[in-house]
């Protein structure tokens, strides 16, 4: 897959695909209605060009590469947008089954920006996730270096930001393992997390939004998340701190 600069990396998690799921086709489809002009009828080939899909829907159906669906993208290399999904062996949570990941990405310019709450939500809606995030690159790679374990990831987070378990130590896959700039919670994982709380998410309920299916996409600030700016820094330390729930960090 190709990695693009200036990008918005989009990830939610979701009960594995089964039998004739048509998941994979309503991603597509809900991620090309929430963003104006959107149309993912392109690959790429092993030397990274472009190759046109005449019968996508048809490939997207009859390619459950890896579990999932195969990569689809825009055919602008100036403002690219990607898609695809795949089935991870491993579980969100202790002793929990293998599950379906959405990965895709946006160019963070003003329609990306604009569009991206949209995507987020159509993205989880059309993949029945549990939870997921938007978040820009730079701000992503800082918060993955949260999850850490005595044993097997040993050290200290970057920015003061706290230690996020490792997905064996959650307790069950409704649990965020962590935050990003938007944040889909399905309504089970909003219950799980105990949000909203009109008295204590005031702020964040500002920024937020319910989905068609009772869930939320909430933004945790207006501009994309920046963590060299201590006003952005901040927010995201209040949010771990107001759901400690998030990344297995609430006493049992």
């Known amino acids: 897959m190709a ?9 939610v998690y979701a009960p594995a695909l ?3 799921d048509r998941r994979p086709l309503a991603i597509v489809h809900g991620m090309e209605g929430a963003l104006p002009g959107l149309r993912l009828g392109w690959t790429f080939s092993e ?13 997207v159906a009859a390619n459950r590469t890896d579990g999932g669906f195969p990569y689809l993208c825009n055919d602008d290399r100036n403002r690219p947008v990607t ?8 579980g969100l949570a202790a002793r929990s089954p293998p599950h379906f990941e959405v990965h895709g990405s946006l160019y963070l310019d003003a329609a990306g920006i604009a569009a991206a709450a949209d995507v987020l939500a159509a993205i989880g809606e059309g993949a029945r996730a ?27 987070p970057p920015r003061g930001l706290p230690v996020l378990k490792l997905a064996e130590h959650i307790r069950s896959p409704e649990i965020p393992h962590r935050l990003g700039w938007l944040n889909y919670w399905s309504a089970a994982t909003a219950r799980a ?4 709380d009109p008295a204590r998410d005031a702020e964040l309920l500002s ?10 996409v909430v933004n945790l600030t207006d501009a994309p998340l920046d ?17 400690p729930e998030i990344g297995g960090r609430a006493a049992p």
């Open 83 to 90: 898609l695809t999904g795949w089935e991870n062996p491993n």
């Open 130 to 156: 549990f939870w997921g995030h938007a978040t820009p690159s730079n701000a992503a790679v800082v918060i993955s270096q949260q999850t850490r374990d005595p044993v097997r990831k040993p050290g200290s």
């Open 18 to 20: 089964v039998g004739e």
């Open 227 to 243: 963590l060299d700016n201590p006003a952005h820094l901040d927010v995201l330390k209040r949010a771990y701190e107001r759901f």
């Open 207 to 216: 920024r937020s939004r319910r989905t068609a299916t009772g869930g939320w």
């Open 193 to 196: 997390i105990g949000f909203p």
């Open 3 to 11: 990695v693009f600069s200036d990008e918005l990396g989009i990830i």
């Open 47 to 59: 030397k990274e060009e472009f190759i046109v899909l005449p019968h996508r829907d048809e490939w």
